[in-house]
């Protein structure tokens, strides 16, 4: 199921499916419950992020290429981030370039995004899948100031600003999506690309990173994981390429879609 989350004109928030004609059907049920077709169609309304999260976990340098173009080593253990839940975007919702702790090196990270179906502490890598929900396209913007100039290292800080984490344009069951670690993706800067990589390139791959990060630690449903992103970001280009007002992100994976994002200076 490809499963999405509309706006209504009344304020109401509701989940549907996208029929393999492009038909949207209403659907109940949640990340831990699964999903149920209802026959109904789905109400018209403004695209939502297809979940809530309760949580959003980002992973650092996890692909092979990216790692080379950033300079970095292959870590023993995956390296890990959070983002605040307010950081998500919808599809289609503006990216803002922080004004009142100015940034003016935002970038762009397409990533497959994991998002927790079941709660789970100390799962092993060969029951990994069993815990996924389903998976989206995640963009991890990063305030790359922020986040290497000025923050003594504090990676969160230039991850977490509003609007820096569009999720979308649907949750894709794991049912059509049998292998994470085969499925093309690709960022396009006004119609540039600029990424464009595969999930064989991972690092940890995804059952890896569960199982690390549930290691001692309680992963609720809706927990949000950010696998990482492919080579092509514009901090290691020459010269460097960063987002600026007008500009439009899409961020695409094989099998899932494609998530589109302008770019507006903040507040």
């Known amino acids: 199921m490809k499963i ?8 109401s928030i509701h989940h549907g499916c996208i029929e393999p004609d492009g038909s949207k059907e209403s659907v109940i049920g949640s990340c831990a419950e699964g999903w149920q077709k ?68 935002v970038d762009y990270e397409v990533e497959l995004a994991v998002v927790i179906g079941k709660t789970c502490r100390n799962v092993s890598k060969a029951e990994a899948l069993q815990y996924v929900a389903g998976y989206t ?32 344009p649907c949750l894709v069951t794991p049912d059509e999506i049998p292998d994470p670690h085969n499925l093309r993706l ?46 092509g970001v514009g901090m290691a280009r020459t010269p460097p390429v960063y987002l600026q007002p007008g500009d439009t992100v899409v961020t695409e994976i094989e099998g899932i879609g494609a998530l589109s994002n302008p770019v507006v200076a903040g507040d």
């Open 4 to 11: 999405i989350r509309v706006l209504a004109a009344d304020g």
């Open 38 to 105: 209802t026959g109904d169609k789905l109400p018209d309304g403004r695209l939502l992020a297809p979940i809530s999260p309760v949580a959003i976990i980002g992973i650092a340098q996890n692909y092979r290429a990216h790692a080379a173009e950033m300079k970095g080593t292959v870590a023993e253990f995956p390296v890990c981030f959070m983002k605040l839940p307010g950081s998500v975007q919808d599809p289609g919702g503006p990216i803002r370039l922080p004004r009142h702790l100015r940034s003016d090196k």
């Open 137 to 168: 396209v995640g963009n991890d913007v990063s305030a790359r100031d922020w986040q290497k100039e000025w923050g003594g290292g504090q990676i969160c800080r230039g991850k977490t600003f509003d609007t820096f984490c569009p999720l979308g």
């Open 186 to 231: 690709r960022t396009l800067l006004n119609g540039v690309v600029l990424q464009d990589g595969n999930t064989r390139d991972l690092i940890f791959n995804v059952p890896a990173l569960i199982s690390f990060l549930s290691g001692n630690t309680t992963l609720h449903p809706g927990t949000v994981i950010l696998t990482g992103t492919p080579d």
